[in-house]
């Protein structure tokens, strides 16, 4: 008897527990551009595991082209059916948020993770050894630098074709990552980013210790980085009783309607806020590359292989970028009078910063690096205008200078020596005589990065630079055209080089890549032209995309 109740208060108590239990309801056509990209991932891991050795290459490659090709389709459906404007919305039970500047970022970081895809496809600029073509991975990830198993490795022909499914996981991660509207989901996405990208930082081919090196030393400060910004998410969930975006808004504002007993006592003590806001800032500015936490970016630049530094240093930038919008002006937009005055000071240090260091470097992948810090500064100017103006030039830029990263790593994989990439600037020597298209492809990007007219750099410090100053930040516009006369310096320092000294006779060769790369740097210099002479459509197309869904 007493048996026939106990069963009969478990089944009661499990149906009323079922019937409370909401399914959850997720939009999965909205999703469509990570699924599709993440669909990829496991299905490159099978391909792994399955397909034979010498057709895993062409597979991968394939695979990810085909993938990133369509979910940027989906992405352009989802703004075609209205979802960046009059439908943007909170989906995937308020995880992610569909709106303009999501499918903007997201479109950005697809079209140029394809172009990544190519460099890291490259098989052409190395000699054939052993009979095989060899790209600029390693033969076997496992192996010891220099050892027995890595020389059989080699000899055998292997390949690291899992440098693919790495990268598609990598973008899955920064696809959600500027979507993300709760902490959680961000934290999640910032991790599913990270960690193929340390993978990737070590298995350079060449300079294999150097590699190592670098990951290793962006594993610990990113798991730093982690540290800090989970810290800050837990802090806020204290001051708010939510990791949702809103949520948090709402209680800053003090509009919030209904307060948990539990957590009456702790809601609204503005340290936790202040300090949880602060810790979730510096994680996101870390993924930047902002002064004072950009301390990686020069090591692991020069250290990875150079299509992982490319890829990274353009498509890290624009989903952190993203994130860091979102953060600012969705969730602390009413704090904006204690973040203003800090990141001004981030501001100004970055883009002096950056600019200053770049001129002592001697070489070309480091002043990349230091480069690309002077550059997080000039749009950080633009993330600070707290304008729907300063949202569409951060924007723009992002989509410019991507391109242009790209381009100029993937130019910098063909000056080679018998070490292989001849990184150091004094090898450059020259090289407008030696090969004068490569150097004048250069020269381009370099011009861009300096910001010079007609090419899409100068459109994106414009529109930077004036939503900065409309806003009431014009000191920090003086600066930056400061910061950028000085960058000015050390680009034009090397197209000079280039194009007037002589060059050495033991001086590099210029490699005759495959189609791939050559699409890879085509299509940098032309997005580069386009985007500098003719920018309005895309200035319009980021304005139109400038809306946050609250």
């Not at 009059?86 to 989906?91: D, S, V």
């Not at 949702?244 to 007993?261: H, K, L, M």
């Not at 890829?311 to 969730?331: D, E, H, N, Q």
């Amino acid at each position: 008897m007493s048996a026939t109740v106990v069963h009969n208060l478990w089944t009661t108590t499990a149906a009323e527990g079922i019937a409370k239990i909401p399914a959850p309801k997720i939009e999965y056509a909205q999703l469509s551009p990570v699924l599709i990209v993440l669909a990829a991932a496991v299905l490159g891991i099978l391909a792994e595991a399955f397909v034979p050795r010498k057709a895993r290459y062409h597979a991968q490659l394939f695979l990810s082209v085909v993938a990133l090709a369509a979910s940027f389709a989906a992405v352009v459906g989802l703004a075609a059916g209205g979802y960046g404007t009059t439908k943007k919305h909170i989906a995937a039970m308020g995880a992610i948020a569909i709106d303009g500047p999501t499918l903007f970022l997201q479109g950005t970081i697809l079209l140029a993770s394809v172009v990544a895809v190519f460099t890291f496809a490259e098989r052409r600029l190395d000699p054939e050894t052993h009979g095989n073509r060899v790209d600029s991975f390693v033969a076997q990830a496992a192996a010891v630098p220099g050892s027995d198993s890595e020389k059989a490795a080699v000899k055998a022909g292997f390949t690291t074709t899992e440098v693919f499914p790495l990268l598609m996981f990598a973008v899955a991660g920064m696809l959600v990552f500027p979507a993300a509207n709760d902490l959680l989901t961000l934290f999640i996405a910032l991790e599913v980013f990270s960690l193929p990208l340390y993978l990737l930082c070590a298995l350079a081919r060449r300079k294999r210790l150097m590699s190592q090196e670098a990951a290793v030393k962006y594993f610990l400060l990113g798991a730093f980085s982690s540290a800090f910004l989970l810290f800050g998410v837990a802090l806020l969930y204290g001051y708010a009783g939510s990791v949702s975006y809103a949520r948090i808004a709402e209680v800053v504002d003090g509009t919030v309607q209904s307060v948990d007993p539990a957590l009456a006592d702790t809601m609204g003590n503005d340290a936790l806020l202040l300090i949880g806001g602060a810790m979730v800032l510096m994680g996101l500015l870390f993924k930047v590359g902002a002064v004072p936490f950009h301390m990686w970016t020069p090591d692991v630049y020069q250290g990875a292989p150079t299509p992982v530094t490319g890829f990274m240093a353009a498509a890290t930038k624009v989903a952190a970028f993203g994130a860091l919008l979102r953060l600012l002006y969705v969730v602390l937009p009413g704090l904006r009078w204690d973040w203003r005055p800090v990141m001004w000071g981030v501001v100004i240090l970055t883009m002096l910063g950056g600019a200053i260091v770049a001129i002592t470097q001697t070489d070309i992948k480091r002043l990349l690096a230091y480069s690309s810090i002077a550059h997080a500064g000039f749009i950080l100017a633009g993330v600070i205008a707290g304008t729907s103006e300063g949202i569409s030039s951060v924007l723009f830029y992002l989509a410019a200078y991507s391109f242009v990263t790209i381009g100029a790593f993937a130019v910098v994989t063909l000056v080679r020596d018998a070490g292989g990439e001849a990184t150091h600037l004094s090898k450059w020597a020259g090289l407008g005589r030696r090969s004068p298209l490569v150097a004048a492809v250069f020269a381009v990007y370099l011009l861009a990065f300096a910001g010079i007219p007609l090419t899409s750099g100068f459109s994106g410090k414009f529109a930077v630079f004036k939503a900065a100053a409309q806003s009431g930040a014009g000191a920090l516009v003086v600066v930056g055209v400061i910061a950028s006369a000085i960058a000015a310096f050390f680009y034009i320092r090397v197209i000079v080089l280039m194009f007037f000294s002589e060059p050495k006779p033991d001086g590099p060769t210029v490699a005759v890549p495959s189609p791939l790369t050559m699409t890879a740097i085509g299509v940098g210099v032309l997005v580069t032209l386009v985007l500098g002479v003719a920018p309005q459509y895309f200035l319009d197309l980021a304005s139109q995309a400038g809306g946050f869904v609250r």
